[in-house]
T-cell receptor, first 115, second 111 residues
Framework: GAGVSQSPRYKVAKRGQDVALRCDPI?????LFWYQQALGQGPEFLTY????????KSGLPSDRFFAERPEGSVSTLKIQRTQQEDSAVYLC?????????????FGNGTRLTVT | TQLLEQSPQFLSIQEGENLTVYCNSS?????LQWYRQEPGEGPVLLVT?????EVKKLKRLTFQFGDARKDSSLHITAAQPGDTGLYLC???????????FGTGTRLTVIP
């Protein structure tokens, strides 16, 4: 498809398990963002990539969160030793260029539930 | 902590009514975007405003950026059930890499 694709759509993990969330951005998009959205709230920034470079990871809530985009296209967000407070929708967005009001295109998210 | 506060948080109105959603901050933004998000989907961009005082219209939706570029409003005229959704404002700051999203306004339009 032409849009941002995220997988899986739903993930249930037991507390303490590791999870990996995948994002396929729109082909050719330079910028890629990960956001965390709690139920009924606005998305909160986690991290930003420009091509393969992770330029900003200031929003990652702890060192259990790790993101990569090794070839400048597909990105993976990994959460180690999941906790209940990690339960949220994780949104990926891409844009054609960096900054300059370039519009973000969001995927439909991965809903993570930690039990 | 979110830089942008939206009000009201929830809004339930009858079809045909008008409504206004507010997005406020103590910070200045170089641009401000409005998104609509439906359940199970990602936010979809509605409009971007970049100039203080700017007004943009999109059919029945009117967006305004405050003169000081710290606040914005979204006005919907004659709301339709299809307008139901979560409305999010998001601000971009010069030199920042990311958008700061507001707290969201969940709108329900009752037929």
């Amino acid at each position: 498809g032409a849009g941002v694709s995220q997988s899986p759509r739903y993930k249930v993990a037991k507390r303490g398990q590791d999870v990996a969330l995948r994002c396929d951005p729109i082909s050719g998009h330079v910028s890629l963002f990960w956001y965390q959205q709690a139920l009924g709230q606005g998305p909160e920034f986690l991290t930003y990539f420009q091509n393969e470079a992770q330029l900003d990871k200031s929003g990652l809530p702890s060192d259990r969160f790790f993101a990569e985009r090794p070839e400048g296209s597909v990105s993976t967000l990994k959460i180690q030793r999941t906790q209940q407070e990690d339960s949220a929708v994780y949104l990926c967005a891409s844009s054609f260029r960096a900054g300059d009001n370039s519009p973000l295109h969001f995927g439909n998210g991965t809903r993570l539930t930690v039990t | 902590t979110q830089l942008l506060e939206q009000s009201p948080q929830f809004l339930s109105i009858q079809e045909g009514e008008n409504l206004t959603v507010y997005c406020n901050s103590s910070s200045v933004f170089s641009s401000l975007q409005w998104y609509r998000q439906e359940p199970g989907e990602g936010p979809v961009l509605l409009v971007t405003v970049v100039t203080g005082g700017e007004v943009k219209k999109l059919k029945r939706l009117t967006f305004q950026f405050g003169d000081a570029r710290k606040d914005s409003s979204l006005h919907i005229t004659a709301a339709q059930p299809g307008d139901t959704g979560l409305y999010l404002c998001a601000g971009e700051q010069t030199g920042a890499n990311n958008l700061f999203f507001g707290t969201g306004t969940r709108l329900t339009v009752i037929p």
